[in-house]
T-cell receptor, first 116, second 115 residues
């Protein structure tokens, strides 16, 4: 089955600096890669996603890049703010039949800490 | 509109008790998923429904876990003879269709503690 590795487990950056979180996946058939943000005690919320026919996607301060050959994808947050502090999870859909029809395989999460 | 809701939000059970966890997906969403999230870990897939059909239950950890969605809307996850290792947050998610272009919307979860 699919295996998703996520690094680092904890990331501390100064407010205003950039943060990068990296994930690798094992199933070459995977074609949908969402990123979720989870605040303490809250539900995971989608912040950005990317499909395998796209190499990069950007939404204001957040961007995701995908390298299908190397089977890795990354989340980039620029101009970090205190409200960015949370746990971030990457995920991939095994078997590649679509994000809605498959249970996602998640990474173990990155605790992002924004230092004021 | 209303998001995914789950009840109860917290459940404490004694080892050996049966529990039932409820999920109300977003109205009209075809797909429904259950995940288990242990403390400090990412969600792990348990099972998937398309309308009332349970198409994938490969993630259910044992035959003590059972899920149903009889009318294609509300779903119940039942755990029989609970064990301490079942302690976790159980998340439900729904998505509108089964095609590729699909966000999974998560509920707030039920935190199960087995004593």
């Amino acid at each position: 089955g699919e295996n998703v590795e996520q690094h680092p487990s904890t990331l501390s950056v100064q407010e205003g600096d950039s943060a990068v979180i990296k994930c690798t996946y094992s199933d070459s058939a995977s074609n949908y890669f969402p990123w979720y943000k989870q605040e303490l005690g809250k539900r995971p919320q989608l912040i950005i996603d990317i499909r395998s026919n796209v190499g990069e996607k950007k939404d204001q301060r957040i961007a995701v890049t995908l390298n299908k050959t190397a089977k890795h994808f990354s989340l980039h947050i620029t101009e970090t703010q205190p409200e960015d502090s949370a746990v971030y999870f990457c995920a991939a859909n095994p078997r590649g039949s679509g994000g809605g029809a498959d249970g996602l395989t998640f990474g173990k999460g990155t605790h992002l800490i924004i230092q004021p | 509109g209303a998001g995914v809701s789950q009840s109860p939000r917290y459940k404490v059970a004694k080892r050996g008790q049966d529990v039932a966890l409820r999920c109300d997906p977003i109205s009209g969403h075809v797909s429904l998923f259950w995940y288990q999230q242990a403390l400090g870990q990412g969600p792990e897939f348990l099972t998937y429904f398309q309308n009332e059909a349970q198409l994938d239950k490969s993630g259910l950890p044992s035959d003590r876990f059972f899920a149903e969605r009889p009318e294609g809307s509300v779903s119940t996850l039942k755990i029989q003879r609970t064990q301490q290792e079942d302690s976790a947050v159980y998340l439900c998610a729904s998505s509108e269709w089964t095609s590729e272009d699909n966000e999974q919307f998560f509920g707030p979860g039920t935190r199960l503690t087995v004593l």
